[in-house]
């Protein structure tokens, strides 16, 4: 890739990161934003996109580069932190051996990515809280929400996917994922053009059969055929017409109208203007 090629692909991520930041309000005046930084190509690509938003937005906010080393063998933290240190970051190196937990626990053969992404989610959960984070930024991409949406379809019955914004279940954080509009292929394209140290996951990506490579399998024999199936697929999350589904908490079908999720009393009340940061 050109040097011309990759200033255009930063500034078309970057684009993209700011109109989801603006979409879903997901960055304030006076924010304190840890970064997960796992060593692979989604997070390194934030940090380095929040970065360059920290130096350009008309408003103040920290960051925080967070990384756990769950022990995993061969995982180089070293590899990491000299990243960290030399794009001139502020950053926290954990470490916690939640992999013996996960070996211990989950039997031969089955998938750990559940297990360990809980107990990696409550070690982070906890050290943003004690570092005064009062957001959480993690790394996922357009290809994973509607992977996700395409999952929880067919294997849970559900229609949902990962939210751009959402309160942790414990309550004491917030959590925001400003790459929703960013395609996988140009964060790893842009990954490799600035040559980020990745260090991989040999945990998960060495399990046979995962339901989510499967479906990622499909999506690409699908967007072969047709281009615009992961777009199209991204605009349906927030193009819901629930009339034409079957959730009766959404629509009311007796009264063919879509129920108010508000309060009786909360009903009548006007709406309030939204006020944006500047």
């Known amino acids: 890739m050109s040097t011309e090629d990759g200033k255009r692909l930063e500034t078309r991520l970057l684009s993209q990161t700011t109109k989801a930041c603006a979409d879903f309000d997901l960055l304030r005046d006076g ?25 350009r937005a ?9 990384n756990l080393d769950q022990c995993q063998p061969g995982f180089d933290a ?23 937990t996960v070996t211990a626990t989950v039997e031969p053969g089955k998938t750990m990515c559940w297990m360990c992404g ?12 004690g570092l005064g984070c009062n957001k959480i930024a993690l790394g996922h991409h357009r290809d994973d929400l509607i992977e ?15 939210p751009a914004k959402l309160k ?6 917030t959590i925001i994922r400003p790459m929703v509009y960013c395609a996988e292929g140009e964060i790893a394209a842009f990954a490799a053009a600035k040559k980020f140290p990745i260090v991989p996951c040999n945990l998960c990506g060495n399990q046979p059969d995962l339901k989510r490579k499967r479906v990622k399998k499909l999506l690409d024999e699908l967007e072969a055929e047709n281009s615009n199936v992961k777009a199209n697929l991204l605009h349906a999350l927030g193009a819901v017409v629930p009339a034409h589904l079957l959730d009766r908490r959404l629509y009311d079908f007796a009264a063919m109208a879509p ?20």
Not at 118 to 129: D, N, T
């Open 31 to 55: 924010d304190h934003v840890a970064v997960a930084i796992s060593g692979g190509k989604d997070s390194y690509t934030l940090l380095h996109l929040l970065m360059q938003l920290q130096r």
């Open 148 to 162: 996700s949406l395409l999952m929880s379809a067919f294997y849970a019955g559900v229609l949902k996917s990962m």
């Open 259 to 278: 129920v108010d999720p508000r309060p009786a009393e909360a009903s009548s009340r006007p709406a309030l203007p939204i006020v944006l940061d500047a």
């Open 58 to 66: 008309p408003f103040s906010f920290a960051l925080t580069a967070v």
């Open 118 to 129: 809980r107990l990696r989610r409550a070690v982070l959960y906890s050290a943003a809280v």
């Open 168 to 173: 942790s279940d414990d309550g004491r954080n």
């Open 78 to 100: 070293v590899r990491i932190e000299a990243h960290l240190r030399a794009v001139g970051v502020s950053y926290v190196m954990l470490k916690d051996d939640t992999y013996a």
